[in-house]
């Protein structure tokens, strides 16, 4: 009975937590980006309930990644304890000291859906439940993005602290969709997890409604994707799935069988992708040629390929064209326009093209406004604002602003961080800050890794990256050495899915945002359940038959 329970409400959440939008019930610290929402409570009240059946010892928390996390979360506690009284990096005030704590508590919740559901799974059935509920989810998911792209349903967004208090808006023409999610790079990450999981299991799918249906799904949630125009998490995406694909491709069969079986399933994919690419594509294919743009040799050539294709592809232009039209007689009279592409200033609208005099990817002059103080007459000090033109780093004009801004100044702050204290990192929420006593409203970094070891330090990564490689290492023993093509085709599908949110955790903060850390903990959780359980019914099977 306990077990069905947290089955129902790791399910439930699973769901829950991807569909329900950002929108918060109070602040937890004033003028601070990150607030308490619905999913916060809800994750306690189920793990209450989880400790409750753990203290009357229905429930088993030991796996091989117990250790891991705890080593981990005393690790983090460490760096917190380290930055207040050691290097001094978080002054000894409540809102600085609650601020870090509340990352660790954020860590803590996590990780918390992780040993829920492990515990809800206690057979192959359970498994599947969960990915029904993912699988639906998903669908979900593509449909409330159509209705934001084309419908001009509301958009929660977590950019900036206004928007960030639960205002409603909508996209503009050249927005990108972001779903239910706080921003298109999340919801971009949380397919990544997803998707190659649902294509690598189709391909295996034995029955043809249930290959189908899993078809689908990935198709629907790619087409998301493009519309999401993340570059980093598209890459992302192919790395993943061409990962998973060498994985199946080495099951025991002929050498000749696993490259006809590899070469085969690649090209597949690759064309599925390239046509959506070229049907629905336009944002993402100009973002990727902004990468391109910084080695003009390379650039050349793809334009001549683009040109081809785009030839080839001009019978979609008119029903596209319609959905245009049908487009902007729906759009609200009394909203409040969100385009997510200008918050930055990056991100070349499809049909305005960028000037040599500014990063590829800023496509308008909007001058710095520089403060100049003068002394009046009476001795008064007045403070007017002048207009000045923004100057760009070389990096901003080599690669563009979004990449410059990591280069110039995110990913250094980090190296900074890590260097404050090589083991402990400087602490949770310290990376941006410009002193000691700056309370910075949200944090952000766009290279996890860095972010880890700036943070929490060599030790802090060494227990985080370590518990997903531990991880991993199972899950790839088990499927060369189980007989069960189930768990082999489950486990690939989880480990591509993490190949692709490590290579996305490159550009990405993913670890740190919460509706993708908590289906990527969740779904960890039910995969290791799966093996540990599949593993010890064989185990006894051997012991029955000697």
């Known amino acids: 009975m306990p077990q069905n329970l947290l089955l129902i409400a790791a399910s439930f959440l699973l769901a ?15 003028g601070y980006i990150v607030r308490v929402r619905v999913e916060d409570v809800l994750v306690l009240i189920a793990f209450l309930y989880y400790l409750a059946q753990l203290w009357r010892r229905k429930l088993d928390f030991k796996n091989q990644l117990t250790p891991w996390i705890f080593a981990y979360l005393g690790v983090a506690s460490l760096s917190i304890l380290s930055a207040v009284f050691l290097i001094k990096t978080i002054p000894i ?96 990450a949380y397919l990544v997890i997803v998707l190659p999981i649902f294509y690598l299991l189709a391909i295996n799918a034995k029955k043809k409604w249930p290959r189908l249906a899993l078809h689908s799904v990935h198709l629907l949630g790619l087409w998301l994707l493009i519309m999401s125009a993340s570059r980093t998490s598209f890459i992302a995406y192919l790395g993943a799935v061409m990962a998973g694909l060498l994985l199946l491709a080495f099951k025991p069969s002929k050498f000749w069988h696993k490259v006809f079986f590899f070469v085969r399933q690649s090209l597949t994919s690759l064309f599925l992708v390239a046509l959506m690419m070229l049907v629905f594509g336009a944002d993402m294919r100009e973002r990727l040629e902004q990468v391109l743009q910084a080695y003009p040799s390379v650039f050349k050539v793809y334009q001549e390929s683009e040109n081809f294709l785009s ?29 997510n592409t200008q918050l930055d200033s990056v991100l070349t609208p499809t049909d305005q093209q960028p000037v040599s005099q500014r990063p590829v990817d800023v496509y308008a002059d909007i001058p710095d406004k520089v403060a100049v103080s003068t002394q009046s007459s009476q001795g008064e000090t007045i403070t007017t604002y002048v207009e000045k033109p923004r100057t760009w780093s070389a990096n901003a004009l080599k690669y563009g602003l979004s990449f410059a801004i990591r ?34 409203e949200a944090e952000s970094t766009d290279n996890n890794f860095l972010r880890t070891l700036g943070e929490t330090g060599l030790l802090g990564f060494i227990t985080f990256y370590g518990s997903i490689i531990i991880l991993l290492v199972v899950l790839y023993r088990n499927q060369k050495t189980s007989t069960d093509q189930q768990l082999q085709v489950a486990n690939i599908s989880f480990i591509a899915a993490s190949i692709g949110l490590l290579l996305n955790a490159s550009y990405i903060d993913v670890f740190a945002s919460s509706k993708v850390a908590f289906t990527y903990w969740a779904l960890a959780g039910a995969i290791l359940a799966y093996n540990n359980l599949t593993v010890t019914k064989n185990v006894k099977k051997t012991k029955k038959s000697t």
């Open 16 to 30: 829950f937590i991807p569909l329900y939008p950002k929108i918060p019930l109070f602040d937890v610290l004033p």
């Open 93 to 188: 005030e409540l809102i600085h000291i609650g601020k870090s704590v509340l990352h660790l508590f954020r860590y803590t919740e996590y990780f918390a859906l992780f040993f829920i559901m492990f515990s809800a799974i206690k057979k192959s059935k359970d498994l599947k439940v969960v990915f029904y509920a993912l699988a639906l989810t998903v669908v979900a998911i593509v449909v409330y993005g159509y209705g934001q792209r084309y419908w001009y349903w509301p958009v929660f967004s977590t950019m900036n602290r206004e928007f960030s208090k639960g205002m409603v808006l909508y996209l503009t023409e050249h927005a990108r969709v972001q779903s239910t999610f706080g921003g298109h790079y999340d919801l971009a």
């Open 311 to 339: 030839k080839q592809t001009e019978f979609f232009n008119d029903p596209l064209a319609k959905i245009r039209d049908w487009q902007a007689k729906m759009k609200p009279s009394n909203g409040i326009a969100f385009d």
């Open 407 to 440: 280069l110039d100044e995110l990913w250094p702050n980090a190296l900074k961080g890590f260097a404050k204290n090589p083991l402990l990192g400087s602490g949770y929420a310290t990376l941006n800050k410009k002193e000691f006593q700056q309370f910075t």
